[in-house]
Structure formats: C-alpha cells, structure tokens
C-alpha cells in the first residue's frame, strides 16, 4: 500500500497558513498528511497590529488558531533550526530540544524578520512591530509612560518619558506611529498634569519621502498631516546613535526617548542560511514564477522569504521579484496549494502572476490614505478603504466577526486606555515577595 506523501510547511503566517487550507480542504483520504511547524500556535494578521496596539481591536481578534483552523494538519510549536534538503530532513527546536522531521514535499513559508542595523543602542533600546506581542506591549508601554510622566517631579525625566521615536516611514511604520499617537492623545484627557502638547513624537525616515507603495503626493500629504499634528517628521535622516536612551541623528539633532520602535525594513529569515537550498544575495529562496524552487522540484516557497518573478514587471525589469506584502503573500498561497495538488497528480503548476492593485493605510481614528486602481483617496473614505479591505482578507469568519463587533463595541463606547504593564513582567511581584 502507497504510504500518504509527507508534505512539510515550515511557518504558519500568510502562506503557511493559507496553504495549509487549501490543502487540508482538495487533498483525499490518506493522499498526503500535512505538517505545518511555527514557533506560535497561531497566524498574525500583522495589517491589524496597529489597531489591536491602539485599543480599536481585540490582540485575540487579529491571530487565527492554527490548530482549531487546520484540524487535518499536524501542529508542531517549534522554531525551525537546519534544513538539510539533501537527506530530506528538517531541524526543529521543540521545547529547547532539538528534534528532525522528515518530509517529500517540503513547502518554505519562514517569512521575514526585522532588519536591524549596526547603530550602537539600537538591540538595546529598539523594539520592532512585527507580532502581537511587540503590539500588545507597545500599548502597555506607552500609556505606562504617561502614568510615570504624571507622577514625577523631574522636569527632565518627564521630558524623556513622553518622547517615542519611530524609525521607518514605510506603512508599519507609519501606522503604528499614527495609531499609538492617536491613542496616547485620547488618554490625555484622564490625566490633570499632561496635555497633548507634551507629547513629543518624531519620525525619522532614510530615504527622501515616505510611504514608498503609493504615489508621491500621498506621501507629502501624510508629512501634511502627520506635522499638522504635531509629530515632527525627519526626512533624508538616520539615527547615530541610540545608546542610553540618547538619539542622535545625522544632521546633528539629539534628545532623550524611553521608546524607541524599529521599523527600518525586513530581511528574509536567517534560518535559510543554514540551509541547502538555492538563496539570492538578499536571503531570499530563488523560486521560479510557479513558485516551485530553482532545480529542486520537491521544494515550493513563496511570500517574504522568496524570491519569486514578478510577471506583471518583468517586460521592464527581468530581475523583478514580487514585493513582500501581504497581498502578495495570499495570493501566493493561494496558488501554491493548487500547484502542489496538481504537480502530486501529473499535473503542470500554473505561473504565479499579480498586477497590485494598490495600497491603503490607517492613519488613526477616521484618517486613511488609498491609492488604488490609479485612484487618490484620502481621509475619512480612504480610512473606510483601509478597514474594509483588510476585515475581507482576515481568514476565517469567525475572526471577521470578531474584527467586526470590536470596532462596533469601540465606535459605541469609550475607548479603554489602561496601561497592564505586569503582562510583561508577571513575576515582578512574586520575586519581590521571595526577596521580603
């Protein structure tokens, strides 16, 4: 009797998830067992981050459970070490114990990590904006600045508190400022000693504009909006130096910030180093455009950690890879399930092609920017866009429902601006009690 293919999926993000569906729902009885392995029992919907870190949704609403949602797969929490394609065999770390899955078909689905740079303070100092936790903890973090700015009387320590520094004008970056900002300035209101006005926040960005993925005057207009309220907005910049909560940037500007968020770019997932596969100079899996990678036909990726032919503009530019989006990554996905059921039946993988069709932001409570289809928007529909958009490209229902019935709940009541810092330290109290 034929044994089921062995089909491995390393991640559990965009596409390890969505091929996973897609498998799970088109595979036959004991054609294939499918194997998905991720650090985190469960997929960020990272376009929501933003708003779970402000309070408008949920943090629960914006993961998908692996196992609930992939009940004919396999779940392994457990981060992925060596890939050894030559003897089929993949290194997982389980439980801080090293364990090998075997595999026939092996799908890589790692995605990327934050790109840090060698600015002395920044490992320290920085914190990236890529999972719930980093969100969850932003939020906590920074209305836990504005408790500690209220009650000191140290004009300078106050000063320190209430500055946060965002590194990166492209869309995570951008939102995560906006959205925080926009929450800190709400929570204003529950305190006598601090006005809005005491806030400093301070954009610093490399390159000449921001929001590289849309025209450039919506760039300009969101440095427009951004100034207007308040937010001091440094371009053609980069920061010296972060050590001891000192910034410095390029053109000689310095000042004190306790939050420092890292939003400079990401690189495709180190593990693929440790690897066998086939990897262009950026990190990335070299796929061909039916995602199947280079000379190694049991062997399919796609999303951030690939590099796979962008068909819409290659005529222009042979060398053109798809962006890693998340539009790319779902559509990818996608299709990726579809190749592998049909290259396990004799069948030919179709090539992955994808025109964007845009890109739209959040900028706040009732604030947005959309350049779709060759078209401008901006504002208060460009924010329903936004919103609209991505609650159709959250998977499964029940998390759509969810999204939905947070943003009723905070449209109808106050929004909640409690800082729980003793998440992030839960056993502060206890190893204090120990001591006493």
Known sequence: MKQPTRILILGGGYVGLYTALGLQRKLRLNEASVTVVDPQPHMTYQSFLPEAAAGSIEPRSVVVPLRPTLRRCHIVSGRVEKIEHARRMVTVNVAGRPQQIGYDVLVVALGSVARLLPVPGLAERGISFKTIGEAIYLRNHVLSRLDLAAGTLDPQLRKRLLTFTFVGGGFAGIESLAELEDMARYACRYYENIEAEDLRWVLVEAAGRILPEVRESLGVWTVE???????????????????????????????????????????????????????????????????????????????????????????????ATCTPNAQHAVREARLLAKNIMAAMRGGTPKDYYHKSVGSVASLGIH???????????KGYPAWLMHRAYHVSRMPTFNRKIRILLDWLVAGVFRREVVALGQINDPKAEFDMAARS
């Open 225 to 319: 909006q951004l100034e207007g309220r308040g937010i001091e907005v440094y371009l053609s910049t980069t920061v010296k130096t972060f050590e001891g909560g000192h910034v410095v940037l390029s053109d000689g500007t310095e000042f004190d910030s306790d939050t420092v968020v890292w939003n400079a770019g990401v690189k495709a997932n180190p593990v693929l180093a440790n690897s066998d596969l086939p990897i262009d100079s950026r990190g990335r899996v070299t796929c061909t455009a039916s995602m199947r990678v280079v000379d190694l036909p049991e062997v399919w990726s796609a999303g951030d950690c690939a590099a796979v032919p962008d068909l819409s503009r290659t005529a222009e530019d042979p060398t």
């Open 367 to 377: 604030t947005g920017v959309a350049d779709t289809f060759g078209v401008k928007v």
